[in-house]
């Protein structure tokens, strides 16, 4: 079995940024790897984040939220990242069930514990082997966020960043509590800092899990 890895934090926290920089790293190092995203990674994710991000789906409640991405991450892990995983692929991820954790939990005050069976459910039980949590107070990450916006011009915040300060602290604050609660698993990095040095610490923890192995 592949590793399996998960990238989470804030919006504009630079996950995505990280994740391709992540890739070349393996490339460098020979490492089958796939790079995917949630929601997103299949067809059917594709759709179904339209629908989530899509400013005109303000109507949606919070109960239909948490079954939209479920559904979502149901296919991508049927389809693609299981696949991946048992072919020996290390599967790098933007986003995963701890999102939902965070989101649908403590920003939309769904129950814990019923979050937690339905990811078990959605995962079938896959567990990243390592997550890494990229944290920067929500002004600066949502100034970058924007800042990505202006320079494509026509886009327009989506429906999560649309969210008052508050919905984001309490996003930031569930993922340092979660990074807590298991900390065999998480890895924290401070994002506020330059690509570059953040690169090299994801970097370090990538040579750790594979040092793990052998
Ligand atoms: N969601 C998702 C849920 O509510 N529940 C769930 O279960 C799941 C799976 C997905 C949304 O869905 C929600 C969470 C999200 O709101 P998305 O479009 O996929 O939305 O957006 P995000 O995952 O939030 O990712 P973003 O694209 O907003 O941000 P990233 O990927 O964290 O950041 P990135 O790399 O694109 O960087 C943002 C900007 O900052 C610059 C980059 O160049 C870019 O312009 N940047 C830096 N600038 C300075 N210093 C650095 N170190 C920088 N790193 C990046």
Redesign the pocket.
């Known amino acids: 079995m592949g590793q399996f890895i998960t990238f989470e ?10 994740i391709r920089m992540a890739g070349k790293y393996l490339k460098r190092h020979h490492i089958p790897f796939l790079i995917t ?4 990674g299949t067809p059917l994710g594709r759709k179904i984040r339209k629908i ?2 899509n400013r005109d789906s303000y109507g949606i409640c919070a109960e239909a ?1 948490v079954l939209l ?1 479920s559904a979502a ?1 149901v296919q991508h892990v049927r389809d693609v990242i299981s696949p991946a995983l048992s072919e020996g692929k290390t599967v790098l991820c ?4 701890d ?2 954790l965070v ?2 939990g403590l ?1 939309r005050g769904l129950d814990h514990d019923f979050i937690k069976g339905l990811n078990d459910f959605t995962s079938a039980g896959l567990k990243p082997d390592l997550t890494i949590v ?1 944290d920067l107070p929500i002004e600066i ?1 949502l100034r ?2 924007m ?2 916006m202006r ?1 494509a011009v026509s886009a327009a915040p ?1 429906r ?2 649309g969210e008052d300060l508050e919905f984001h602290r309490k996003i930031r604050e569930g993922y340092l509590l979660l990074a807590k609660q298991e900390p065999e698993r998480f890895r924290i990095i401070d ?5 570059i040095s ?1 690169n090299r610490e994801v970097c370090s923890y990538l040579k750790g899990i594979y040092a793990r192995k052998t």
């Not at 933007?94 to 069930?97: E, I, K, L, N």
């Open positions: 934090g804030i919006e504009g926290s630079g996950k995505t940024t990280q995203s949630e929601p997103g989530l991000l939220e991405f991450r933007d986003r995963f069930s999102s939902t989101y649908q920003g990229f990450g970058r966020a800042e990505r320079l989506d999560f960043e994002s506020a800092k330059d690509v953040i």
